[in-house]
């Protein structure tokens, strides 16, 4: 019958008829609209693989909803150590509202944090300021630079990694590339004196930050980075003024324990200013809108901490000629009690 009925259509309705049936072979489940699939899957009670593909196009609605996230903190620890644990919190809160949602997801092991970020980088998620706490660490540090890796590939607009006070273990920390640093983050400060981080970084970062402009992937672009803040050793700080101003350091102890730090250059007109604040003491030097600072808190005398800042300004200062460092000026670091 159906043979006969078909044969004796016209040549339209047959057309009809072969446009439905393409149409409705290429017709599923997963065509359907996103709030019917959600009804769909609250009253019936689907077989499990269909339920699992509806989880699965659900998961995909959920990974691109846009999502802003104000702060997050993440601790990272390996369990080497009794009394830490990965876990991460999120802070969710706008300028219209003064109550601020917070919602804590606690991790049993490292892996599940790295999960974790790994799924937020293919969320539509923009998180504002990230503060990650390396608490605990005793295992491979490649785990834990795969997990750094992923927190910058989240493009913080401020991100802030600091190492905790009872730390007994330092691994060694490898940052992403500084073309990446700068395409990532506006504001990156690392507190951390255990980084994979060579002068010709520093170097590298603070001239992008000067020129505004690096190269990423071939692309030539804006550079991001507006302020950088690193913890370094004194080594890194001395190559540092060394390869980027020309200026050597030497240093002179007289016998009544008075400690002299002496700045030396072939260059007559290195344009440092040096500052002195109580114990602390810092030299500044401006190029283009970029100030750069070499700071060091010698609050613990014997374990200063040596940093090196980049910043971008909206105006420079107005700068004090007699601030200007001397060279070859005994300057005075600290005088040790004998």
Not at 39 to 45: A, E, R, S, T
Not at 282 to 297: A, C, K, M, R, S
């Amino acid at each position: 019958f159906c043979n006969d009925y078909i044969w004796k259509m016209s040549k339209d309705s047959m057309d009809d008829l072969t446009r439905a049936m393409k149409t409705m072979g290429k017709l599923s489940l997963m065509d359907l609209p996103d709030d019917l699939l959600i009804k769909i899957f609250k009253y019936l009670d689907l077989p499990t693989r269909l339920k699992s593909r509806v989880n699965k196009r659900l998961d995909q609605i959920q990974m691109q909803v846009p999502t802003w996230i104000e702060r997050m903190d993440i601790e990272i620890a390996d369990g080497t150590f009794d009394g830490f644990e990965n876990w991460i919190t999120l802070d969710n809160s706008t300028e219209f509202v003064e109550d601020i949602d917070s919602l804590d997801f606690q991790f049993i092991d490292l892996d599940d944090l790295k999960n974790g970020l790994y799924r937020l980088n293919l969320s539509n998620v923009s998180v504002s300021s990230i503060q990650v706490l390396i608490s605990d660490w005793g295992g491979d540090h490649r785990s834990l630079n795969y997990a750094i890796g992923l927190i910058f590939d989240l493009e913080p607009d401020k991100l802030r990694i600091v190492q905790h006070e009872a730390l007994l273990s330092c691994p060694l920390v490898g940052l992403p590339p500084p073309s990446s640093i700068m395409h990532d983050v506006r504001d990156l400060a690392v507190d951390y004196n255990h980084l994979t981080l060579t002068v010709q970084h520093l170097l590298t970062i603070r001239q992008t930050m000067v020129e505004g402009k690096l190269e990423y992937f071939s692309l030539t672009v804006n550079c991001k980075l507006e302020c950088f803040s690193v913890t370094v050793s004194r080594e890194l700080r001395e190559s540092f003024l060394r390869e980027c101003f020309g200026v050597l350091i030497e240093r002179q102890s007289t016998e009544g324990g008075a400690h002299y730090t002496i700045y030396k250059s072939d260059n007559d007109s290195v344009e440092l200013y040096y500052t002195k604040i109580d114990v602390d003491e810092q030299l500044e030097h401006f190029e283009g809108n970029i100030q750069t600072t070499v700071y060091i808190d010698a609050s613990n005398v014997e374990d200063p901490i040596y940093i090196v800042e980049f910043e971008k300004l909206s105006e420079l200062p107005v700068l004090d000629n007699e601030k200007r460092l001397k060279l070859d000026h005994p300057y005075l670091y600290a005088i040790y009690e004998r």
